[in-house]
């Protein structure tokens, strides 16, 4: 027998019996069907049980010609896996499409079943209040009122007779009946003029009305006019007239139905609100993908000066062409550009393509190179050279050059990465550097990536925010039983530990007089949690002085024990505190960062981190819009997007404006949301705020100071203000969440005029509130912030339009540049003002990009 397969064993294997010839010698044949893709046949002989010959071990092989050669059956073999993958996720598409299905069913089933119950507990609430009013009605009151006929049923006219002598209505000029039935259901549903009676026993008037269908009881008052012109009431001391219907319909038959008609009332109810919340939700997804759509696009052509490729969606199986612009770059004046390019994180399974030599392109001193993408192919990797041998490189200064690739056939495989942190939003949160470790895994872990959290177990933890809490595990490190909980934190995997020696039991995060001691023994917890749990992060990423021991205890200790694989990335929030224990991360880690470009160019030269320039990068902090999203943000009066920003702040600012009992009026607003710091420009926001009500603008501030004797200082501005100027400004100094958002949402600017400000949230909040910033250029702060006046080619280097105002010194000459014009910007042009409301709202200062910024230099730390 023989048994074989095409291509390397990798296609159409058979199995076929031999039969003898007549061949001289013992020749043996059979026929074998060749395929069109086979370039290849390899085959073994054997005697159908367990003799084989193999060519000592080496296979018997054929080439077969006219059909594919090894590159095209390759493509061909992916684009039959594109094809299965294609399928397979039709199929899984549609077992979701009936799983959702079958869920909105079963959703469907109970809320028709809570709505059904809901009409039985109203319907018998109904009954029991007309049970009741029963007890109360009567056919007639002797010398007050009657009917007749005195046997009615629904629809039937009858006249109803009062007698107004002895009432309050004595001496009214004129009578209406004001009627309605069963406890008033509907409303007014009887309304009708009374006209004097000819009977001589008291003064007596009458009013034919009609029986409403339906009616057990009719209820009534009368009055000296008509409904909403009536002065004077004779409502029975309060308790209304109350008349039985005698002949009635049957009561059961009557609830019956009263209650069909409530359930279709409250399933018409739900219909309308399940849609309005699913119309929402699906706008809200919409504009977050469209966002996070052009997000893509700009982080591609963010380096278009340098490097671009034509078309700009890189898609498996095409070839492509890559725009390079050495002028800008170290191969400046080389005499030849080399082309070097592989896949996949240069992981590809065809390896680096050999060099290509660049050709000069049409635009300029542009060279280009053309290169076929694989079908399995997610990333395509690159540096140029001088020669084709080497020499010098531009490989971005060691990250290299990535572009994406879309509808291969293979997905990226996800890295795992490790935060180790003190703080996390919204659990353990004391500034901007909880927010970050919460929404930067959250936007890594929405790429698809693998994301866990390490923190300390405070007994101070917001525990209402952590979901499905539970006991993990228990392990010892130096003398110390440490217990470590795990649970779910905005979709995030979370363990907290727990160590038996109390460091974590003071009521607060940070404060205590052996902070060092404490976090220092957090991080070598962390570390020999993730080594006894067998965990194998690709990336650990910790924080600040407060986790930065991390560094040199997992290069000292732990990378010879178990967890070699990862690489070590630090991050400075702000240099101010520790800078020794920031030094010695900056020194272990693979990979250092900050929180904003200009803040890396600003601390350089600082002696801890001058060293390390090489691994430093300087990437933005985003913010989360889920948190800040005026689309769905409960604590403003109207949602609003960029569409109807003019619209939705108006509304905001006039329950701003009542709310805090300034003057409802159409004036500049201008908001200011800080800590009260030195480094908050303290000096400059009381300069400011003179200078708003000077101009005739509103001024609100929400803010408290760490020190007493800055909010003291503050306390008797406030008092002072509130004096003077009540209708123009107010001063909240303590910390109000709902009020923030209400501030950045009816605000017209938003102040921020720091001394020095690392990244800074509140100007990028702002801006997602269409509020446009006025900030003084430092840190984040110059990063973010293009002046409308001064900006223009800075912000199309970014890919941006201008956006806010902003200036340099820090002194009240240089905050009233800044601050005259935004607010004659407002009083001169409000169209044009407006337009730039809509511009800033549309900038995305999210998480989208950071993301990516991360995960290239995730990958650049792995190299």
């Known amino acids: 027998m023989i048994m074989g397969a095409f291509n390397d064993w990798r296609w159409k294997s058979f199995t076929t019996k031999l039969n003898k010839t007549p061949l001289k010698g013992d020749w043996w044949s059979c026929e074998v069907h060749v395929p069109k893709e086979a370039y290849k046949m390899d085959f073994v002989f054997f005697n159908g049980k367990d003799a084989y010959d193999n060519n000592d071990q080496k296979d018997f092989c054929i080439n077969v010609e006219g059909g594919m050669d090894a590159l095209e059956f390759d493509d061909f073999v992916l684009e039959e896996k594109r094809r299965e993958l294609e399928k397979l996720a039709k199929e899984q598409d549609e077992r979701e499409r009936q799983a959702e299905e079958q869920r909105r069913m079963d959703a469907e089933k109970a809320a028709s079943e809570a709505d059904r119950a809901q009409a039985r507990v109203e319907v018998e609430r109904e009954r029991e209040i007309l049970r009741e009013l029963m007890k109360k009605a009567v056919m007639s009151v002797d010398n007050v009122w009657y009917i007749e006929p005195s046997e009615f049923k629904g629809n039937d006219m009858v006249r109803l007779y009062y007698n107004k002598s002895s009432s309050p209505l004595a001496h009214a000029k004129d009578l209406w009946i004001h009627g309605g039935h069963n406890n008033w259901k509907d409303g007014l549903s009887i309304v009708a003029r009374l006209v004097s009676s000819e009977r001589k026993d008291g003064d007596w008037w009458y009013a034919d009305v009609v029986v409403p269908d339906l009616a057990f009881v009719l209820d ?52 309308l609100r399940e849609e309005a919340i699913r119309a929402k939700a699906e706008r809200t997804t919409r504009m977050k993908a469209d966002m996070k759509e052009r997000t893509v696009k700009m982080f591609l052509l963010s380096q278009k000066h340098i490097v671009y490729t034509e078309p700009l ?369 303290i000096h400059l926001i009381k300069h400011a705020i003179w200078r708003t009500l000077d101009r005739n603008g509103q001024v609100v501030l929400l803010g408290s100071a760490p020190d007493p004797r800055i909010q003291n200082d503050f306390v008797n501005l406030a008092n002072q203000l509130h004096s003077s100027h009540s209708d123009c400004a107010r001063l909240c100094l303590a910390y109000d969440e709902p009020l923030s958002h209400l501030i950045y949402a009816g605000a017209d600017f938003i102040l921020v005029p720091s001394i020095f400000e690392p990244c800074g949230l509140t100007q ?33 280097a970014q890919g941006l339009e201008t956006n806010g105002f902003n200036f340099d010194g820090a002194d009240a000459t240089s905050v009233d540049y800044a601050l005259n014009r935004a607010i004659s910007a407002w009083y001169d042009g409000r169209d044009w003002f407006n337009s730039l409301c809509k511009r800033v709202m549309e900038q995305d200062w999210s998480w989208n990009r950071p993301a990516l910024d991360y995960l290239e230099l995730y990958h650049a730390a792995r190299k």
């Not at 005698?246 to 409530?262: D, F, Q, S, T």
């Open 220 to 271: 009534w008052v009368f009055a000296d006019g008509p409904p909403q012109h009536a002065t004077l009431y004779d409502n029975n001391h309060r308790q209304d007239f109350h008349a039985i219907v005698p002949k009635c319909i049957p009561k059961e038959l009557y609830w019956v139905e009263k209650e069909h008609h409530i359930y279709r009332k409250l399933r018409e109810e739900r219909r």
């Open 313 to 681: 969606d890189v898609q498996a199986g095409s070839t492509v062409t890559v725009f390079y612009n050495p002028a800008n770059t170290v191969l400046n004046g080389k005499s030849e550009i080399w082309f070097r390019c592989s896949f996949n994180r240069w992981t590809h399974r065809m390896g680096a393509l050999p060099p290509q030599k660049m050709m000069p392109a049409d635009n300029g001193s542009h060279v280009k190179a053309s290169v076929k993408v694989p079908l399995d192919a997610y990333m395509m990797d690159f540096v140029f050279s001088e020669r084709e041998d080497g020499g010098i490189f531009d490989n971005k200064n060691g990250k290299d050059y990535h572009i994406p690739v879309f509808g291969g056939v293979v997905k990226e495989p996800p890295m795992h990465i490790v935060h180790i942190a003190v703080e996390m939003a919204p659990i353990a949160k004391v500034g901007g550097f909880g927010d970050v470790v919460t929404s930067l895994s959250r936007a890594v872990q929405d790429l698809n990536h693998n994301v866990d959290i390490i923190l300390p177990k405070y007994d101070c933890l917001k525990f209402s925010n952590v979901k499905d809490f539970q006991f993990h595990r228990s392990y010892s490190w130096g003398g110390t039983e440490i217990k470590v909980w795990f649970g779910k934190v905005e979709g995030l995997s979370v363990y907290f530990l727990e160590p038996q020696n109390g460091f974590f039991s003071a009521g607060c995060i940070y404060g205590c007089r052996n902070d060092g001691e404490r976090f220092g023994f957090f991080c070598h917890a962390a570390l020999e949690f993730l080594l006894q749990s067998g965990f194998h992060p690709d990336i650990i990423h910790c924080h600040d002085w407060s986790s930065a021991p991390v560094a040199q205890l997992f290069k000292d200790h732990y990378v010879h024990y178990g967890l070699s694989k990862a690489r070590v990335v630090f991050t400075i929030h702000n240099l101010e505190f520790g800078a020794h224990l920031i030094g010695k991360a900056m020194e272990y880690s693979h990979k250092a960062t900050t929180v904003s470009h200009t803040y890396s160019r600003e601390v350089a030269g600082n002696p801890v981190i001058a060293p390390h320039l090489y691994k430093f990068h300087g990437i933005l902090n985003g913010i989360d819009l889920d948190i800040w999203d005026p689309y769905n943000d409960k604590f403003i009066p109207i949602s609003y997007t960029p569409e109807n920003v003019v619209e939705g702040k108006r509304a905001a600012k006039e329950a701003l404006q009542q709310r805090l009992g300034l003057k409802r009026a159409d004036l500049p607003l201008v908001g200011i949301i800080t800590r009260l710091t030195h480094q908050k420009g």
């Open 764 to 796: 990028l909040t702002a801006m997602r509130y269409g509020s446009v910033p006025v900030v003084r250029k430092t840190g984040g702060l110059y990063d973010t912030v293009f002046d409308v006046d001064n900006d223009k080619e800075r912000a199309e």
